[in-house]
């Protein structure tokens, strides 16, 4: 059997996704993600949810972006994504603590934010 490096994979496995630096166009490290949310249907991911503010874990909040917004870059070692912390912090969001249901109406909500970028 041979080996392959698990870095140059096309195909990464979701902890390996969990906690990947996510950073603006300008290199600004905006958070990490914490979780992706898949369609139980499809199969495809449609969200990753990123950890963004608070301080040692306390009072961070999760931002659920749309996956197909979302650009790895192996030079940043992170994904990238067109937000920059303003336009981000208006986003919709949630504590850890308050999962919001992620049915349709909910999706539309996160959609409908990030639909003109």
């Known amino acids: 059997m041979t080996t392959v490096s698990k870095t140059n994979l096309e195909i990464i496995s979701s902890d390996k996704v969990e906690g990947t630096a996510v950073y603006n166009p300008a290199g600004e490290k905006l958070g990490s993600i914490d979780d992706l949310m898949i369609d139980k249907v499809s199969g495809q991911i449609r969200y990753a949810v990123m950890e963004f503010g608070g301080f040692l874990g ?7 972006i749309p996956w197909k917004m979302m650009q790895y870059s192996p030079n940043q070692g992170g ?5 920059n912390k303003d336009r981000l912090q208006r986003a919709p969001k949630y504590s850890k603590n ?3 249901p992620y049915d349709s109406t909910y999706g539309s909500r996160i959609d409908s934010y990030y639909q003109d970028l």
Do not use: N
């Not at 306390?58 to 659920?64: K, N």
């Not at 994904?79 to 937000?83: A, D, N, S, V």
């Open 98 to 100: 308050e999962i919001p």
């Open 79 to 83: 994904y990238i994504i067109p937000l």
């Open 58 to 64: 306390m009072g961070t909040d999760r931002y659920p």
